[in-house]
């Protein structure tokens, strides 16, 4: 047995209990009785240790050194070794005792944020939040010494391979330059169409959860390696071949439902898309946040809320709740989906708008990480970057600063790859849709397979062969940028909105 | 920290490792999807290396034998190291590679069982099969050179701790010298009475499950503790304070899934009931298969077979599905719940012919392991009891000695505890009906209560404090034998029949 093989043994093992605590968070989100909490934190913990334990065995980097100097393995091996180089070096950079301290520091301001947010008062989450924010720093400066990058970027790596601060700055700064103006433009626009017949319910869950599965089914989800269930929050999880998404049914309004089974059918498209080959191995894993969340936006926003995927979608809603009339037409529901409004709430915004909230985020938390802010001054930061971003400043922290859960469960650096995945998705689309004329005409007539076709062979099936940049190098001609992503929104909000 | 404390500690870790891998393989049976097979296999595979290593750590011999010399510690500490010291003779006793051979042998046996059985031709069976046998034998012999028993005791001491095969014969020899007679009296009895009208379906799965539900609400099923769902073969399982029972169903015949409800419900509430404070150690599980049966089978044959049972679940029946007339009566379903008739597969069997079948395999499987019997015999020797135990001999090995799983399996030693249990059922709930007058009138009227809690002090929430003997003499007053068992039989078939 080769040193690469004895490594990709050992990573085997690592991905069959990585794929048992998969299914686990699953079940806990989505079957568990509350009841049994306590059991399954203390099973989740014993995984979590024995994986560790696995990833720092110190046979590992006795391996990887005498396979990275055997002779040139094939296309495949080497990135498999470059991946596990990569999540070795993160892996043993942390000190165990470090690692411990965050995880309680974590669940202490998680629970402290509940009671601070239903408060709407962030000086009571403080103390907590600056001791998670300290630990982070912490962990940030421990991973970045052995990445040769600064702390934020090392935490920005932890969710996509490779990223840096300075890049994202200046994608930031364009999209954040052209935000406020277009909203403005748009505005003028929206305030001139017909406004749209509400949809009034109830819409049974059953025919709901039918109609998910169908539109699963047309965008080529394969259900005999995947399931959709219910949670409170949308996800896509499980294990390798075994990918499970979730949504949850509101019978007043389908569309939260609908649109959450196409987002996470999107993610769902690229785990079960992955080669099989190497499944198992770092190589055969999706990229990195910010291109697992570019497939779950390509559909939901680059193809339901284009004019083909509304020829699609409309005739099927009728159909499922049987009714007809001026609301449930193609043109409505465009006009439903592109709908543009600011907000003091991230998870409630529309296309437009969101990146905002993203890009607010971002440049807060990579102050407070890079020690340009202190958490004394968060609120007023959030409210001044409110009003510079989106015109509008929260009433009060709830709707500001204590929404989100991300920084209390110490995801810094976790939001940026959410307007890199729209910026990508647009990218891609338009690629996509440049090489193969039939995509859009197809999603017209619930034909996807032209579109997941183009998807299969330039992303899905590559997993983390290619870094990120070579990746959508490769796919659309170019690394990423701003410009297709602006000349979207222009498009779909300026010219074609009617 | 104590070696108790450690010792205790380590098998924490053990349970929430069993506890994950119970979680994985209820989602393997009732949720996942079939192409995750594979994944989920080597998942499964990993976990139980983890677990084996755990239970083999050198450490544990130490901490074990320091403990047991300390000073004194309370019952439950000192029977919880009685329990340590059963489980690490058992699972040490085993060269790894001996428990390799037999579950690589196990796989290709119940495969070639599969395509044996559909040819209903044992000879295609038989070499696969001795290989199993042969390796059953050695494990056997390991396990009973630790324990100082012969081979097939060792196997029964896997499923019923401390159970001797010579005490078993008698319990059954005199089963067996009764049933035969006993049965011919119950079809004079029942060729006098009248036939039940049939109950015409379709009886929709929504309606049968939400009586299901009902009817577990009423034993005192803990849904914050537990779930019901679908599998092809229904089973309770899970994991500690989550306790997971399935079902099937069939809509031309509710019958079959309601009793499996109540069977696994009995299954349920011993789980359930488990105490809580030694939940995650040894000394918290059930005491063994037998106990365990008894629980289930109490349910469902003592309780939802007598007169209250069905006064209780007749009405239910007719709300449910919205009908009248003979066939619904209390009295036509208790006929239809003790209706008896010979018939060749165990598992459609009633409850008086159920123990001939059990005796017949318990007495082929002891003769095998023992040497006392070829595989090449099986056969004849089979339909031979048959003949001599329920008067009728199988057509073919397929309605014969092909039909169960368990010695393809390499379940050995499992058999005896079905009926063990259904003797141990009547036992305790004869003294538990004199104990508590209120237990049947309750039935009769919907409240549980003055049954479970009976059985929650008496077997329930001691775990595996006790001994079994011990355990069922403090229940009832004495060790297990067949008088009671043999009086309920005929109370119900001859006394109680009309």
Redesign the interface.
Same mark, same amino acid.
């Given at each position: 047995m080769t040193a690469a093989d004895a490594l990709f043994d050992h990573f %085997? @093992?690592i991905?069959?209990?990585s794929?048992?605590i998969g =299914? !686990?968070q699953w079940?806990s989100d989505a $079957? $568990?009785? #509350? %009841?049994?909490a306590?059991? @399954?934190a #203390? &099973?989740m913990?014993? !995984?979590s240790v =024995?994986r560790h334990d696995l990833l720092t065995d110190p046979r590992l980097a006795e391996w990887l050194s005498a396979a990275q100097t055997a002779p040139a393995a094939g296309l495949w091996e080497q990135a498999n070794l470059r991946e596990i180089a990569r999540i070795l070096a993160v892996e043993t950079a942390v000190p165990a005792d470090l690692v411990a301290a965050s995880s309680r520091a974590v669940s202490a301001c998680e629970m402290q944020w509940r009671t601070a947010r239903a408060a709407a008062d962030f000086a009571m989450l403080r103390p907590a939040l600056e001791e998670v924010l300290r630990l982070q720093r912490e962990i940030g400066a421990a991973k970045g010494a052995r990445l040769g990058v600064c702390p934020y970027d090392a935490l920005l790596n932890d969710y996509e391979p490779g990223a840096r601060s300075q890049r994202i700055d200046a994608l930031f700064d364009d999209l954040g330059a052209f935000l406020p103006g277009f909203m403005d433009e748009v505005a003028v626009v929206q305030a001139r169409r017909p406004q749209e017949a509400a949809l009034s319910g109830p819409f049974a869950t059953a025919t709901q959860c039918s109609l998910g599965l169908e539109i699963m089914t047309a965008m080529g989800f +394969?259900? &005999? @390696? %995947?399931?959709l269930d219910i949670s409170a929050h949308p996800f896509c999880g499980g294990? +390798?071949? +075994?990918v499970r998404i979730t949504t949850r049914y509101d019978e007043n309004d389908f569309l939260g439902a609908l649109l959450g089974i196409v987002h996470e059918t999107g993610h769902a498209l690229y785990e079960q898309g992955r080669p099989q080959r190497w =499944?198992?191995q770092p190589v055969g894993q999706a990229r990195g946040m910010s291109v697992h969340e570019s497939q779950s936006l390509l559909m939901e926003m680059q193809v339901f809320r284009s004019r083909a995927g509304t020829a699609f979608l409309a005739p099927k809603l009728r159909a499922a709740f049987g009714r007809t009339g001026g609301g449930w037409s193609a043109d409505a529901l465009w006009r439903r989906f592109t709908r543009v409004q600011p907000g003091f709430i991230r998870i409630e915004a529309d296309e437009v708008t969101y990146p905002a909230h993203i890009i607010l985020r971002y440049r807060l938390e990579k102050a407070l990480i890079g020690g340009d802010l202190s958490l004394a001054d968060l609120p007023g930061a959030w409210n001044e970057g409110m009003r510079e971003l989106l015109g509008i400043v929260p009433p009060d922290d709830r709707f500001g600063c204590l929404q989100d859960i991300h920084w209390p469960s110490g995801g810094w650096g976790y939001f940026p790859t959410y307007t890199l995945g729209a910026m990508t998705a647009a990218q891609m689309f338009d690629a996509a849709c440049r090489a193969e004329p039939e995509i859009l005409p197809g999603v017209a007539k619930g034909d996807f397979a032209p579109l997941t076709g183009w998807l299969h062979t330039h992303v899905h099936s590559l997993g983390s062969l290619y870094e990120t940049d070579m990746l959508l190098t490769r796919a659309t001609g170019r690394p990423l940028d701003a410009v297709v992503y602006k000349a979207h929104l222009r498009r779909r909000y300026i010219e074609e909105a009617v």
């Open positions: %085997g @093992r991905a069959a209990v794929n048992a =299914i !686990l079940d $079957m $568990m009785p #509350e %009841g049994a306590a059991t @399954r #203390e &099973s913990a014993a !995984l =024995i +394969d259900f &005999s @390696r %995947g399931r294990a +390798d071949n +075994d =499944i198992h």
